[in-house]
């Protein structure tokens, strides 16, 4: 596996602390992060959220998605509680990387919707590949998650790299007048559990 641990340093937020832990990946030339509060080292299954990057919603405050929404809400839980990881994964655009999510953005403004617009520049609808958390939870000595996460392959993803998923625990954010269909099709489509609210 190419990817390795380079330093760690503190990150102070408004919720916490964090330690921030970065990640090299060598062949695919990306650096990754892991923020991680208290001792994750221990048998007690960690509270986790791996979460894609999404330069968009992340930090520049789009509505299109839930992705911000999400983070904050994951940092805040991991505050709230104590102890627990965040990764954050340089998987921009379910892997297409930005140019190519812009592209998509570009055929959902014309009527795609988000499977469609992936499939229509010849990509799959999900193009992540997990296999780099691999050694980032080995480096940290994790192997029992309690994942915060909407998407049933990200739990099975990790389940296949031995990463034991103890529970799943919803991640569910508010939508707006400019994600609705977004997350309507991300429930019918791409398996996401979403609860009526
Ligand atoms: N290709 C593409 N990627 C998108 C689009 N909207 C958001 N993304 C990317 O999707 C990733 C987040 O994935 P989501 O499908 O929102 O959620 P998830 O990570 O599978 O599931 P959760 O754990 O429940 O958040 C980020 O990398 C975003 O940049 C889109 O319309 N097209
Ligand atoms: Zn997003």
Known sequence: ?????????RLPTDWAVFTMHG????????????????DVSTDEPVLTRVHSECLTGDTLFSLRCDCGNQLQ????????????????LRQ?????????KIRAYKLQDEGADTV????????GA????????????AHLQ???????????????????????VTERVALQ?????????????KGAKLGHMFEAR
């Open 1 to 9: 596996m190419s990817v390795r641990f380079v330093e760690a340093s």
């Open 23 to 38: 990640f090299e990946d060598v062949t695919a030339n990306k650096e990754h992060l892991v923020l991680t509060l208290g």
């Open 73 to 88: 809400a994951a940092l805040r839980a991991i505050a709230h509680e104590g102890r627990g990881a965040l990764l954050y």
């Open 92 to 100: 921009e655009g379910r892997g297409i990387g930005l140019l190519n």
């Open 116 to 123: 469609e617009a992936n499939e229509q520049l010849g990509f």
């Open 126 to 137: 999900d193009m992540r590949d997990y296999s780099i958390v691999q050694p980032m939870f």
């Open 142 to 164: 994790m192997s029992k998650v309690r994942l915060m996460t909407n998407n049933p392959r990200k739990v099975s993803a990790l389940t296949d790299l031995g990463i034991e």
């Open 173 to 185: 954010c508010d939508s707006n007048p400019h994600n609705e269909k977004y997350l309507q099709t």
